[in-house]
């Protein structure tokens, strides 16, 4: 169990369809990130590409890559040069007709520390990520590093108190979430307010009912739709950190490209839980209903 | 199942060690509240008494009653006088040595509809609630009544989101929080917005989690501690409304006393949950270990 101050870098960019454009910068904002001190760099969902989910199409699956394959080859030499830990978001092809959304964390000796296969897939307009992506089999199950245990989730999950539960109850010390998340183009002020809020406030919710900081890395630009038949993605950023007790400690603006240093203090964990004891009080004995779909 | 507005009353107040003008207080507030048109009315809890789980003190027992019992039969014939429901919370004396934290609500033909015992016991300084009241037993189970199944939890019940999953499985309409949570007095700014913040986070989380409105009702005022051990609580208000994408709808300040009749729009429900299908998408193949005390 690692304890003391995490330096953590989150690298918010917009991407484009030039795949090595896209490794330039992502490699600049890693390394910007580990000269400002940073000690475990969080990246986006899916940051080689742009978000090719918003449409179904077949041809997309060449996106993807075994794991070991040629973005970890990449990200393990960057993390090994860099002397940090990474959490990558790769496309990942397990086999023929299986592929998963699954983020791979690279230690500081660029070798692979441990994976995660995003458990909760979406599916809305412009979202069509059940085409693309087989759920998760690996369920959650916290990742070692050295710079501490790391709660790796992704995206959808957020919405899942049952997923944050879950890393935290098998000791997690933080919850990490490359996200690609956005506003519909033609979308008015109010419901884009209210969505961020929601998003940022369920993220909170997990920080505080498992007392562990929350890290919380999201896409920012404009994505087309290659259909045409939407006005495409406006990524909202936003990417943010908040501490044991839910508190804000940074939020990035929904527009701008972020490559920032941000430490949250591992020790509040046990000071947070010690006055406010929820693990004590979990009512272990009522809770076998949660692996209900409903209760009908 | 009820569709359409639910207006709801809310009652924050302060109470004093005066029984008799605590009840003609919550008489008159809850009069008030049917008068602007309420159909349902919630109460803080414990609202009958100062809040007396400061210290342990064994002759406080004296304040439990039997339910049905006095402050049932009163409130029966409130509810029915003033056509409306009621959700009210007592100190509930099952035999003697086990007493609970039980809120029961009344239908507006006076009849009990149903009643809930706390679950989640928390145990603070100035917060000596495992002394008072027995964990309760019957489950996370909504109520029905004219106005809408009721998912009635209580307070500490707050932090945790799987009292508010369960409630939302077994198909409530609306979470429900009769609550009294204050600062400690010598407390400085900062903690106090902190606390505050994540008190209205976690369970807008839990609205936005389970696509339902959350209502939390909680005491003003300050008591003091009678073993003179601490300066007692400042109990921070804040009554407020939250819809199912968790949008704030109405929050009281933190010293005011309410009477107020918001309304939520239980056709909401639905139609947040068709464009955010969290439960569509629960991995219940992965969700058993949830009724682990920690996964060592």
Redesign the interface.
């Known amino acids: 169990m690692v304890h003391g101050a995490m330096r953590i870098g989150l690298v918010q960019q917009a991407n484009s369809s030039n795949a090595e454009a896209n490794w330039l910068k992502l490699r600049r904002n890693i390394r910007q990130c580990a000269a400002a001190g940073a000690q475990l760099v969080i990246l986006q969902e899916l940051h080689n590409t742009l978000y090719f989910c918003q449409t179904e199409d077949a041809a997309n699956f060449d996106l993807a890559e075994p794991i070991p394959g040629p973005s970890t080859e990449r990200f393990s030499q960057l993390a090994k040069d860099s002397g940090i830990v990474l959490v990558t978001s790769l496309f990942e092809r397990r086999t023929a007709g299986i592929y998963h959304n699954t983020a791979v964390v690279i230690e500081k000796n660029g070798q692979i520390a441990g994976k995660y296969r995003k458990?909760?897939?979406?599916d809305?307009p412009n979202y069509y990520e059940k085409f693309y992506f087989t759920?998760g089999d690996l369920?959650?199950q916290p990742i070692d590093t050295s710079v501490g245990k790391l709660g790796v989730l992704v995206c959808?999950d957020q919405?899942?108190?049952?997923?944050a539960?879950?890393m935290a109850?098998?000791?997690a010390q933080i919850l990490i979430y490359p996200t690609a998340i956005g506003w519909e183009v033609p979308e008015k002020d109010r419901p884009r307010q209210?969505?961020l809020?929601?998003w940022v406030?369920?993220q909170?919710?997990?920080a505080?009912?498992n007392g562990l900081p929350v890290v919380a890395v999201n896409r920012t630009g404009h994505e087309a739709d290659p259909s045409g038949q939407t006005a495409g993605i406006q990524f909202w950023g936003n990417s943010f950190v908040a501490g044991p007790?839910?508190?804000i400690i940074y939020q990035a603006s929904a527009d701008e490209e972020v490559q920032r240093v941000v430490t949250v203090h591992l020790e509040r964990i046990e000071k947070v839980r010690r006055?406010?004891?929820?693990?004590r009080?979990?009512?272990?004995?009522?809770?076998?209903?949660?692996?209900?779909?409903?209760?009908?």
Chains 1, 2 share one sequence.
């Open positions: 458990m909760h897939i979406p809305d759920p369920g959650f959808w919405w899942f108190p049952e997923a539960r879950l109850l098998k000791g209210l969505q809020d929601a406030v369920s909170r919710g997990h505080i009912a007790q839910g508190e006055i406010w004891p929820f693990f009080d979990r009512r272990i004995d009522q809770y076998h209903q949660l692996a209900r779909r409903f209760i009908d």
